[in-house]
C-alpha cells in the first residue's frame, strides 16, 4: 500500500446516499502496511445527506479504531468537503455539530488525512453501498466474510490493478445535433 509504512494502519471510509438526503449508509476499512485486513465495517444511517454519511463513516470508522485501541492512522476519504474541513480542524455546517465532536475526540489517533479518488476507494465505496442495502451494521473481520463487490475491490486494490471510472456521455439523437456536438468540440467537419 503506496500511503502507509510499517506501523501504520489505513482507514478508507465512504458514505453513500440514495438521494440527497436519502437512504444512506457508510463503510470503510481498516488495513495494515502490507494489504492485510483488520476489520470492515458496513452501517445504515437511515435519512441523511451525503456528507452526514461520510461523516458518520468517519466517526464509526475511527470509533472501531478507538475500541481497538489502535493509533498513528492514515485516514483517506472521497469527499473533499470533509478532508478539507479535518485538515482546518474547523466544521462549519451545524449539522455535522455533534458528529464533529466525536471525530474530534479521536482526531489524535490520526497521523495523516488524505483525499483519495473514488476510483482508490472502491472497497469502502462497496461496503456504504451495501449498508445502505443491508439496512444494518455489520463488522467483519475477516475478508471471507465481506460482501462479495467488496471482497473484489479489495483483490483488485491489493493486486495494484487500477479501478477507471467510465464517463457516458448520450450519444445525439438526429444528424443536426451530430453536427452541432462536432462543431462543439472543435473537430472541423466537411459537408452539410
Not at 112 to 119: C, L, M, P, S, V
Not at 139 to 165: K, T
Request: proline letters at 4%; one cysteine or more; a positive charge.
Amino acid at each position: 500500500m503506496d500511503t502507509t509504512e510499517a506501523g501504520q494502519w489505513k482507514l478508507n471510509v465512504d458514505g453513500a446516499s440514495q438521494g440527497n438526503p436519502g437512504s444512506s449508509g457508510g463503510g470503510g476499512i481498516l488495513r495494515d502496511s502490507t494489504g492485510c485486513i483488520l476489520f470492515a465495517f458496513s452501517n445504515f444511517y437511515n435519512i441523511q445527506t451525503n456528507t452526514v454519511a461520510e461523516a458518520m463513516a468517519i466517526r464509526d470508522g475511527l470509533f472501531l479504531c478507538e475500541e481497538q485501541n489502535i493509533t498513528n492512522i492514515v485516514l483517506e476519504s472521497d469527499s473533499k468537503v470533509l478532508v478539507d474541513m479535518l485538515r482546518a480542524d474547523s466544521c462549519p455546517h451545524w449539522r455535522l455539530k455533534n458528529i464533529w465532536a466525536d471525530i474530534m475526540r479521536c482526531r489524535g489517533r490520526i497521523t495523516t488525512i488524505t483525499h483519495q479518488f473514488r476510483e482508490g476507494n472502491q472497497t469502502a465505496d462497496a461496503l456504504a453501498a451495501h449498508g445502505v442495502r443491508s439496512r444494518r451494521r455489520t463488522v467483519f473481520s475477516f475478508w471471507q466474510d465481506m460482501p462479495l463487490e467488496a471482497r473484489g475491490a479489495h483483490r483488485l486494490e491489493r493486486l495494484g490493478i487500477p479501478s477507471l471510472r467510465i464517463h457516458r456521455t448520450p450519444l445525439p439523437a438526429s444528424p443536426r445535433q451530430w453536427r452541432i456536438a462536432w462543431r462543439r468540440s472543435g473537430v472541423v467537419t466537411i459537408g452539410r
